[in-house]
T-cell receptor
Framework: NAGVTQTPKFRVLKTGQSMTLLCAQD?????MYWYRQDPGMGLRLIHY???????AKGEVPDGYNVSRLKKQNFLLGLESAAPSQTSVYFC??????????????FGPGTRLTVT | GNSVTQMEGPVTLSEEAFLTINCTYT??????LFWYVQYPGEGLQLLLK?????DKGSNKGFEATYRKETTSFHLEKGSVQVSDSAVYFC?????????????FGTGTRLTIIP
């Protein structure tokens, strides 16, 4: 049982390049989330998904796209990377919040640097 | 809006010292409150939680009490160990039942010296 895994662990991009971050979970969770973590800002929600084939915007969605084609995978895309997207990205998953206790399970993170 | 304010870090303590990390919140309604911990090189893990006023969450020697009157959820441990070195995040859940999201504080880095 691997929990939540993220690929890659580190990446350096040049401004304007594109990339996709992959998140996978093996806990059969319906909900999945993408956060970014910046110094002094805590974690901020980028996008989330409440089930296969669905996505929704979070607090800071601009510049990112997501897809949830399979229940176990949640992809985060940067079409044209900008230095402001330099951050650590965390994926998380959970059962629906109606199911108690409500807890999100996090992956180990992806450190992205855009030069 | 909903927000969480955490004690600024970093915090450095000697082994066996008493730990307090302050957390206060602003929220509408009655949020659940959480402490998450992030060990070096790992993702966040739930440390403890409390779902209503006066509840005490506890785990691994850590405790936090949901204080509605002071809108606080301070994390405490009586005797810290080197293995407690990590970043600690306070968080609250908000939103309609079944549609909650988490709002996190900025995190407090804790270093324990042998």
């Amino acid at each position: 049982n691997a929990g939540v895994t993220q690929t890659p662990k580190f990446r350096v991009l040049k401004t304007g390049q594109s990339m996709t971050l992959l998140c996978a979970q093996d806990m059969n969770h319906e909900y999945m989330y993408w956060y970014r973590q910046d110094p002094g800002m805590g974690l901020r929600l980028i996008h989330y998904s409440v089930g296969e084939g669905t996505t929704a915007k979070g607090e800071v969605p601009d510049g990112y796209n997501v897809s949830r084609l399979k229940k176990q995978n949640f992809l985060l895309g940067l079409e044209s990377a900008a230095p402001s997207q330099t951050s650590v990205y965390f994926c998380a998953s959970s059962y629906p919040p109606t199911r108690r206790p409500y807890e999100q399970y996090f992956g180990p993170g992806t450190r992205l640097t855009v030069t | 809006g909903n927000s969480v304010t955490q004690m600024e870090g970093p915090v450095t303590l000697s082994e066996e010292a008493f730990l307090t990390i302050n957390c206060t919140y602003t929220a509408t309604g009655y949020p659940s409150l959480f402490w998450y911990v992030q060990y070096p090189g790992e993702g966040l893990q739930l440390l403890l939680k409390a779902t209503k006023a006066d509840d005490k969450g506890s785990n691994k020697g850590f405790e936090a009490t949901y204080r509605k009157e002071t809108t606080s959820f301070h994390l405490e441990k009586g005797s810290v160990q080197v293995s407690d070195s990590a970043v600690y995040f306070c968080a609250l859940s908000h939103g309609d039942f079944g549609n909650e999201k988490l709002t996190f504080g900025t995190g407090t880095r804790l270093t324990i010296i042998p």
